[in-house]
């Protein structure tokens, strides 16, 4: 199966907001829908348990920090009781392993007192 998305030279047209007429020149894209479906969506990543290579839960994952083109961070809550309480950290995105087989996140060669000992993550308000 083949799927084909539009893209716009002057960006992606929102719902609800008037488009000045197209001038530019539309590209499409074809999509190997079976290539796709091999990635993680973000919405399983969130709130996934992040494991050690011992397979011991250190942490859940709370937010990603995308940049342009790919997720730079993850933040991952150590400790804590559903969301409350716990130590936020960053981690760089590269860093964590995607166990397709296991459907598990992996970070390996921390700990749970590890990760507790890194700076406290906290957003620029």
Same mark, same amino acid.
């Given at each position: 199966? =083949?799927?084909? &998305?539009?893209?716009? +030279?002057?960006?992606? +047209?929102?719902?609800?907001?008037?488009?000045?007429? @197209?001038?530019?020149?539309?590209? @499409?894209?074809?999509?190997?829908?079976?290539?796709?479906?091999?990635?993680?969506?973000?919405? /399983?990543?969130? &709130?996934?348990?992040?494991?050690?290579? /011992?397979?011991?839960?250190?942490?859940?994952?709370?937010?990603?920090?995308?940049? /342009?083109?790919?997720? #730079?961070?993850?933040?991952?809550?150590?400790g804590g009781f559903l &969301? @409350?309480?716990?130590? #936020?950290?960053?981690?760089?995105?590269?860093? #964590?392993?995607?166990?397709?087989? *296991?459907?598990?996140?992996? @970070?390996?060669?921390a700990s749970k007192d590890? =990760?507790? *000992? =890194?700076?406290?993550?906290?957003? #620029? /308000?």
């Amino acid at each position: 199966m =083949l799927v084909v &998305g539009a893209v716009f +030279a002057g960006g992606i +047209a929102k719902v609800g907001v008037a488009v000045p007429a @197209l001038s530019q020149v539309v590209r @499409l894209l074809s999509v190997d829908v079976k290539e796709v479906a091999k990635g993680w969506r973000t919405t /399983k990543l969130h &709130g996934s348990a992040v494991v050690n290579d /011992k397979d011991e839960k250190i942490g859940t994952i709370d937010d990603m920090i995308i940049g /342009k083109d790919k997720v #730079l961070f993850v933040v991952i809550q150590v400790g804590g009781f559903l &969301g @409350l309480g716990g130590h #936020l950290i960053a981690t760089p995105f590269d860093q #964590l392993k995607l166990d397709d087989e *296991k459907g598990k996140v992996v @970070l390996p060669g921390a700990s749970k007192d590890e =990760l507790r *000992k =890194l700076p406290e993550f906290h957003y #620029l /308000k």
